[in-house]
């Protein structure tokens, strides 16, 4: 067989098997995303199901209700508002705290204090929430008794959520709850927005600072207005952790079914009532009403990714819109809008 035969045979024998492998990539993938649909979508219906006879005992006035007793009477108003407040709350605390963090290990550090610190981040994401909650009750509590409840009320006190409880100083509470999140929550944006401000190409930022922007200018018209979506999403993902926390939250929270306006004061979580009541011995009207708190748990994850979706993609259409000339960004300083613009170009 001569030469450009074989060398034919060979390509058609080679194609047959690109078209074989391709197939089975496909069908791979496919399988793969429909699996992980079934399986949400399985996960989904069990929930409802067993949530089913709560639902149609309670209504919708389970969402009001603050009460728990254990036999008759439950309700998730408190969890809602425990878990609303602490996870917002530690995201209040964590996102500037992880930005910062962020834009020091990518811009503004050393390369030896970086290789340094930003493993230490990234550990402590590994660190296991029980051994944070842990930590929380031996060591966090005892400080928030006797000094930083103190303090606050001492300064703050005529602000309603540091007012001082009426039980005095527990140590455990919402407070030490949100603390205990934001630790949890922190290196999780600060490592992603570490990574998103090192992708900015270093054109953008060596012009600005070309053109007389300062470092900050530099840093806020440049870095963090073109990775404004990464950040959306990397709060959110901080608040995600945050929502879904139970056993660090069950061990400093205090587990107290209440509506309170002092952060000082006990109270409880969606996932920590979860947790917590998913192990005991239950009625099967109390063991429904678990699962419906936490088919409240997945609609509230729900609005929340929701939401974020929301937010990038109006970053995104905002930035597009100011980069297509159509919609110019309003200046707020004489150095930085001629910089950026500048950079961009």
């Not at 919609?327 to 613009?341: F, N, Q």
Request: with cysteine; charged share 10%; glycine share 10%.
């Amino acid at each position: 067989m001569s030469t450009p035969a074989i060398a034919a045979r060979l390509a058609s024998t080679r194609r047959r098997s690109d078209r074989i492998g391709d197939r089975a990539l496909v069908g791979l993938t496919a399988g793969a995303s429909i699996a992980i649909i079934a399986l949400i979508g399985l996960i989904i219906y069990d929930i409802v199901d067993k949530a089913s006879p709560a639902m149609s005992h309670f209504g919708l006035a389970f969402l009001g209700h603050t009460t728990w007793n254990g036999f008759t009477q439950f309700g998730a108003g408190a969890m809602i508002f425990g878990t609303v407040v602490t996870s917002f709350g530690a995201l209040v605390i964590a996102g500037p705290l992880g930005i910062a963090i962020g834009l020091f290990l990518s811009l503004l550090s050393t390369s030896r204090i970086a290789a340094v610190i930003g493993p230490l981040v990234e550990l402590l994401a590994a660190v296991p929430s029980v051994i944070i909650g842990l930590w929380g009750i031996v060591v966090l509590d005892p400080v928030m008794r006797t000094t930083i409840q103190p303090a606050l009320s001492t300064v703050l006190g005529w602000i309603p959520i540091f007012a001082k409880p009426a039980i005095g100083y527990a140590g455990s509470g919402i407070f030490t709850a949100i603390i205990i999140l934001a630790i949890m929550a922190l290196p999780i944006i600060a490592a992603i927005t570490r990574d998103l401000f090192l992708t900015v190409p270093r054109e953008l930022k060596d012009g600005a600072l070309a053109l007389g922007a300062t470092q900050w200018e530099m840093i806020r018209g440049v870095v963090l207005s073109s990775m404004r979506p990464g950040i959306a999403s990397a709060c959110i993902l901080g608040l995600a952790r945050a929502l879904g926390e139970a056993i660090a939250v069950v061990q400093v929270i205090g587990n107290v079914f209440q509506i309170t306006p002092s952060l000082f004061n006990n109270g409880n979580t969606l996932a920590a009532n979860i947790a917590l009541k998913g192990i005991e011995n239950n009625t099967h009207l109390e063991t429904a009403s678990i699962f419906y708190l936490a088919a409240v748990l997945l609609v509230i994850e729900l609005l929340v990714n929701l939401a974020a979706q929301g937010i990038v993609r109006r970053y995104r259409l905002a930035d597009v819109t100011s980069g297509s000339g159509k919609k110019p960004a309003r200046p707020t300083s004489t150095t930085t809008p001629i910089a950026v613009t500048a950079a961009k170009d």
